[in-house]
């Protein structure tokens, strides 16, 4: 899941290097993949709470996934 988070960030990334800046309501839009991959990474943490053994290392991946969200700061 942060494997495709990155993904999705270099899409978005290559997309504001060729395009205009967008209005308002479709910079959320463009943004939407990326909130939607920090929750699902957030929430594959979440689900695998009792796992004793991946359970520091799932926590580091989820708090290391809202790294991307340095392109919503305008």
Request: charge should be positive; include cysteine.
């Amino acid at each position: 899941m942060f494997a495709k988070l990155l993904i999705t960030l270099r899409s978005v990334l290559l997309q504001a290097a060729t395009c205009r800046k967008p209005g308002q309501t479709a910079f959320v839009e463009i943004l939407s993949p990326l909130r939607a991959g920090i929750e699902a990474v957030n929430r594959a943490k979440d689900a695998a709470r009792k796992e004793r053994d991946w359970s520091n290392h799932l926590t580091v991946i989820a708090e290391g996934a809202a790294c991307v969200g340095w392109v919503n700061v305008v």
